[in-house]
């Protein structure tokens, strides 16, 4: 009776420097490493499981913004703004002043020039706000280069040119595997998914920043670590490979 392969799961991420379709450094490493010193040459007994968080889309802040600015001008055209208590005009303007002077004109004239009422302002940017676009195949799984053939939208789902790269490298060296992408806080998403794949193996890759850097941008990699419930694997990028800036990967 043949024996279940080893599955092996691989947190992998976008590179920050050049983007969308190029993985990052340490995830790269990673995946090298896993080759070369677990599988090695017995491809038949173990199975990799690659997995990309998108973090939610910066467009959403966009959004939330345009509807802040649009209840803000709101209370400018219905003239209720003198009305309001102190307390809450000073936070009224502490946030105007983050959001930017120049983008909130811009609003209050468009209101005023289209009379949209606040609600409707409000109701559209929060639909646009909460919509998934372009994650129809967010659950999808990418087993083989045939796989990402057929996927409508390719291009909108910017993970799955990344995905491509992992699956084709197993491809090329006949190791099974499978990718999928999901959205969310990478390092939560990452331990709920242990939870679910119940793999034998986590394997993510790690900047290796120092404590200082690490308390202001924190690191999947360490709460992985402590959290995910199997045996966890941190593999550093090489010193030769660090960036300028050891944030960037």
Known sequence: MESEPTRVLLAVSESTIKGYPHASISSRGAFEWTIQK?????????????????VPDEDGS???????????????????????????????????????????????WFLEKVSITVFTWLLVCCILNFLPLGFDDMDSIYASPEDFKNVKQ??????????????NRCHEIGLDCKSWIKKGDPKEVICREVQRVQPDLLVVGSRGLGPF????????SEFCVKHAECPVITIKRRADETPQDPVDD
């Open 38 to 54: 677990i599988v090695r040459s017995n491809t038949s007994g173990f199975r990799l499981h690659f997995l990309h968080v998108q």
């Open 62 to 108: 966009l959004y939330l913004s345009l509807s802040w600015l649009g209840f803000r001008s709101y209370l400018v055209l219905s003239r209720i703004e003198s009305q309001l208590p102190v307390t809450v005009r000073i936070v009224v303007y502490g946030v105007e002043f983050l959001v930017g002077g120049i983008v909130q004109i811009t609003a209050f």
């Open 154 to 167: 390719r291009d909108r789902i910017r993970g799955l040119h990344l995905l491509e790269y992992f699956v």
């Open 213 to 220: 850097q690490r308390v202001f941008v924190g690191t999947v």
